[in-house]
């Protein structure tokens, strides 16, 4: 059973940047993928980026594109998003999911408990 814990969020002014960690334990293997979803209230959970295991695939979402980027470290077992330009309209519960298929939520089959990201005009 894998676990998979986010930390990073916080409240910012738009324009700024942060920076989300997860840390997964599982068994891992090269083409699985990890992915970042958020939910904004009365929205559905949507795919934000998501990367293999080997570093050899990413997808990011239209919204995101060219201001967020996700890498893993060098061990492999933690996920970064880095998270510049922020806006209002990425104010939301970002999760941090494994084992998985590109930016589809319901493919991802381990799930951290989320962190919140606010950001202000």
């Known amino acids: 059973q894998a676990q998979v814990v986010e930390s990073g969020g916080g409240s910012v002014q738009a324009g700024a940047s942060l920076r989300l960690s997860c840390v997964v334990s599982?068994?891992?293997?090269?083409?699985?993928?990890w992915g970042w979803f958020r939910q904004a209230p009365g929205k559905e959970r949507e795919g934000v980026a998501a990367?293999?295991?080997?570093?050899?695939?990413?997808h990011y979402a239209d919204s995101v594109k060219g201001r967020f980027t996700i890498s893993q470290d060098t061990d492999r077992k933690t996920l970064y998003l880095q998270m510049n330009s922020l806006t209002p309209e990425d104010t939301a519960v970002y999760y941090c999911?494994?084992?998985?298929?590109?930016?589809?939520?319901?493919?991802?089959?381990?799930w951290g408990q989320g962190t919140q990201v606010t950001v202000s005009a």
């Open positions: 599982s068994p891992v293997y090269d083409s699985m993928y």
């Open positions: 999911a494994a084992d998985g298929w590109k930016l589809m939520a319901g493919r991802y089959n381990y």
């Open positions: 990367i293999t295991h080997n570093l050899r695939q990413t």
